[in-house]
Structure formats: C-alpha cells, structure tokens
C-alpha cells in the first residue's frame, strides 16, 4: 500500500486543540511564537540521529526522514507565504502539494545530516522573520489556494502545528 495523499484541511488546528498531539494555538501568543519555531526545529535533530530514520512504520506512513525533509520544507514554504503577507495586500499562495514534493524531491533518499542542517536553518530564518514584526503587521491577510484565510499570526501557529504534529507522528517529545 503506498503513502496516501494527505487531503484534509487542518485549519481547524487554529479554532481548537489537535486530538491527535494535543497542540492548542490559542496557547501560542505572538511573543513566543519565533522561539517556539526554533525549539521545535531543534527537537528534529535528534529525530534524524536515530538508527530507524529511513524505516517506515507501514507502507502508509512516511519514515522520519521523510517527515523531516517535509518539515523542512513546511519551513521554506511558509516563509515565502510570510513575505508575500507582509509585502503584498491580501495576497492568495499558490498551491503545494507535499505529497508529490516528497516523491519529486526523493525525500527517502535525502541524507539526514543534510536535512538536519537544512531543517535548522530554514527555521531560524522562518522564525527571525517573525522576531521583526510590528504590532500591525501581525494582522496582516493571506489566502491559501483553496480560500482558508489566514493572518502572518495564524499561518506562524497553523505552521507550528504541522512541525509539532509531525514530531507527534515520530514518536519523538512534543
């Protein structure tokens, strides 16, 4: 059985907690937001130190690695979302489909010290964008691909749900 194709709308992760990790995004104010990022980026690194970092629990669920390289990826993807929300008015993302990223990019492939470094490195940025907000610019719109609407807050909590949910799924602390 392959991987399949993730087609759920997680917005609601920003109107209450996560069943599955447990996360709230109305317990991630703005003033922690960057710091919480960056923790969360670390906690991948011992995630790809682990002998079973290529092995996928089923056939239907990606292996750490896998995980690791779309989290990384999660950090780049947001991040040109945070510029185009506070560089452009009300602007609408183009579609991604993370499902066929992984499979193009050979996530399972991929060499998970490079993925470490890249992973950390893509969070810091994403996360310093966000320490050099003003109040306004915190409320500032963005629309994804399929309508959900989103504020530069929203899309901060919303992305540190996917990295946090992620570590869930690995079975590493959250």
Request: glycine letters at 4%; a negative charge.
């Amino acid at each position: 059985m392959a991987i399949e194709h993730d087609t759920k709308d997680w917005t609601w992760v920003l109107e209450r907690p996560c069943e599955e990790c447990g996360f709230n995004a109305d317990s991630v104010g703005t003033d922690v937001l960057a710091e919480k990022l960056r923790d969360s980026a670390t906690r991948w690194s011992a995630v790809l130190s682990r002998e079973d970092v290529r092995i996928r629990p089923s056939e239907s669920q990606w292996s750490p690695l896998e995980y690791a390289c779309h989290v990384r990826d999660v950090f780049l993807v947001c991040y040109g979302r945070l510029v185009l929300m506070l560089e452009n008015d009300n602007p609408t993302f183009e579609n991604w489909d993370q499902d066929e990223t992984a499979i193009e990019a050979r996530y399972c492939d991929q060499d998970p010290t490079d993925v470490r470094d890249e992973l950390c490195a893509s969070a810091r940025r994403y996360a310093d964008r966000f320490d050099t907000l003003e109040a306004p610019q915190w409320s500032r719109p963005g629309l994804r691909s399929n309508g959900s609407e989103f504020t530069v807050a929203s899309l901060g909590r919303y992305s540190l749900h996917d990295v946090v949910h992620h570590l869930w799924d690995v079975g590493a602390p959250v």
